[in-house]
């Protein structure tokens, strides 16, 4: 079942801008994964939370999670047109890579 | 390039008809997730394989069946096609060897009933 729904679920920005995303979703977690998909193909892993950690970077990317109010961002910053894409998150319940996709952020960077 | 390939690319299929999707895994995983995308949505889990053998099960009726071999390949079998079934499916592998818990997912197959 879809557990995470993201907020805005549609993002227009210029590049160089930020863009932000949120998740939230209703059972305790393992941990929460961010993922990329391009075009209706294939998803591409970003980063991953664990549900002890409050927050994580990998290069441009910043990730929060907040297990008290189940909720997650994805900070995308001084974004590219490369970035252009839809943003997933998903919950992982207990660690066994079972996961569960929110409904999707579709992300557009506007050269 | 994840290493994950799947096959074919599209598939157009009438209702009533079966289907088999199949997916090869990343060398060295021994784990393979299978998901359904509709347009639109996110993914959504079908099922898991682990050595060969079911190891969880989304909300998918029992016409959705998987194989998983020796070889860590794998397929996807969708018998009596509803219009339903339509949608972008998904493999993803994990295993020895990667990240815990990072999987990679093939490119997709994308099947349409009509």
């Known amino acids: 079942s879809q557990q995470g729904e993201e907020d805005p679920q549609a993002l227009s920005i210029q590049e160089g801008e930020n863009a932000t995303m949120n998740c939230s979703y209703k059972?305790?977690?393992?941990?929460l994964q961010w993922y990329r998909q391009n075009s209706g193909r294939g998803l591409v892993h970003l980063i991953l939370i664990r549900s002890n950690e409050r927050e994580k970077h990998s290069g441009r990317l910043r990730v929060t999670l907040d297990t008290s109010k189940k909720s997650s961002s994805l900070l995308i910053t001084a974004s590219r047109a490369a970035d252009t894409a839809s943003y997933f998150c998903a919950t992982d319940a207990y660690g066994n890579n079972r996961l569960a996709f929110g409904k999707g952020n579709q992300v557009v960077v506007i050269p | 390039e994840t290493g994950v390939t799947q096959s074919p690319t599209h598939l157009i299929k009438t209702r009533g008809q079966q289907v088999t999707l199949r997916c090869s895994s990343q060398s060295g995983h021994n784990t393979v997730s299978w998901y359904q995308q509709a347009l639109g949505q996110g993914p959504q889990f079908i099922f898991q394989y682990y050595r060969e053998e079911e190891n969880g099960r989304g909300n998918f009726p029992p016409r959705f069946s998987g194989l998983q071999f020796p070889n860590y390949s794998s397929e996807l079998n969708v018998n009596a096609l509803l219009l339903g079934d339509s949608a972008l499916y998904l493999c993803?592998?994990?295993?020895?060897?990667?990240?815990?818990?990072?999987?990679?997912f093939g490119p997709g197959t994308r099947l349409t009933v009509l």
């Open positions: 993803a592998s994990s295993g020895e060897g990667t990240s815990p818990y990072t999987q990679y």
């Open positions: 059972t305790s977690i393992n941990n």
